[in-house]
């Protein structure tokens, strides 16, 4: 029990790399947009492979409408993952 536990973790761990990756992809191709951003709510479009993804991000939560942030609310996707990148460059510009 305990070693499939551990099995299961580092594949979780290999897999928010992969997501990690893809989301680097996803922002250096230029396909993460900030629809609106306010305080209360920002909203992005996420141009996938395969689908459009909208991610809204309201009182620090993170909301996703793909499969796989359905599947697992507790692991950002790579389209969570890459607004967020998207919204650390926003931060670092305004700094700057
Ligand atoms: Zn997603």
């Given at each position: ?57 309201r009182a620090g939560i ?35």
């Amino acid at each position: 029990m305990t070693s499939q536990r551990r099995r299961s973790s580092r594949k979780n761990l290999s897999n928010l790399e992969r997501r990690l990756g893809k989301a680097k992809r996803l922002l250096e191709e230029g396909r993460v947009e900030l629809r609106f951003n306010n305080e209360d709510i920002a909203v992005f479009r996420v141009h996938g492979d395969t689908d459009e993804h909208s991610v809204i991000l309201r009182a620090g939560i993170w909301m996703c409408d793909c499969e796989f942030n359905s599947i697992y609310p507790q692991y950002p996707c790579s389209h969570i993952l890459a607004c967020q990148m998207l919204l650390e460059q926003i931060e670092k510009e305004k700094k700057n």
